[in-house]
């Protein structure tokens, strides 16, 4: 039974660029959540998908946008890029509002 | 709004010994509260949650508790290991599945 998967696991862009970043749940969970996580801090929720919709969202700017697909897989995209995105992105998923797991996140380097 | 605090923000034991991690919440709504372990480079791991119609929960060496009226839990590890050494979040659930995370404990356990 796959855990929860992120990719790319690395990825360098340029201020003013768009990123996406794709997340796969653990096999049987429905809910995907997306977390910021700046160096030294505690992740910080982006926003969260239930059968393919947005159900929740954080303190975050418009140019953080996601999707949830048929096969409750993820992705986050991120337009405009600023030096103060450069973070690890973690994707959780859970089955309904039932205990998260965590992947192992996508470290986002802008410069 | 919601926010989670969490203290200390390091904490240094010898190996035996035990250590405590305090976490407070603002919002009375919350239902849920799991603890995170979080080793360099890693993912977060959930070691241990707790729900608000109990008080305590224990693992093996892992314990948390929880106060609902002071809104504050508490992690505690005993006869810790120098494996016990990483990063520890504490979480709150507010609405549905958003959660909202504390700043993060570096526990240092000393051979």
């Known amino acids: 039974d796959a855990g929860v998967t992120q990719s790319p696991t690395h990825l360098i862009k340029t201020r003013g660029q768009q990123v996406t970043l794709r997340c796969s749940p653990k096999?049987?969970?429905?809910?995907v959540s997306w977390y910021q996580q700046a160096l030294g801090q505690g992740p910080q929720f982006i926003f969260q998908?239930?059968?393919?919709?947005?159900?929740q969202r954080g303190n975050f700017p418009d140019r953080f946008s996601g999707h949830q697909f048929p096969n409750y897989s993820s992705e986050l995209n991120v337009n405009a890029l600023l030096l103060g995105d450069s973070a690890l992105y973690l994707c959780?998923?859970?089955?309904?509002?039932?205990?998260?797991?965590f992947g192992p996140g996508t470290r986002l380097t802008v410069t | 709004g919601e926010n989670v605090e969490q203290h200390p923000s390091t904490l240094s034991v010898q190996e035996g010994d035990s250590a405590v991690i305090k976490c407070t919440y603002s919002?009375?709504?919350?239902?849920?509260f799991p603890w995170y372990k979080q080793e360099l480079g890693k993912r977060p791991q959930l070691i241990i949650d707790?729900?608000?119609?109990?008080g305590e929960k224990k693992d093996q060496r892992i314990a948390v508790t929880l106060n609902k009226t002071a809104k504050h839990f508490s992690l505690h590890i005993t006869e810790t290991q120098p494996e016990d050494s990483a990063v520890y979040f504490c979480?709150?659930?507010?609405?549905?599945?958003?959660?909202?995370f504390g700043s993060g404990t570096k526990l240092n356990v000393k051979p």
């Open positions: 096999s049987g969970h429905d809910t």
């Open positions: 979480a709150a659930r507010y609405n549905f599945n958003k959660f909202y």
């Open positions: 919002d009375s709504a919350s239902n849920y």
């Open positions: 707790i729900r608000s119609n109990v």
């Open positions: 998908y239930y059968e393919e919709e947005e159900r």
């Open positions: 959780a998923s859970s089955l309904e509002v039932n205990e998260q797991y």
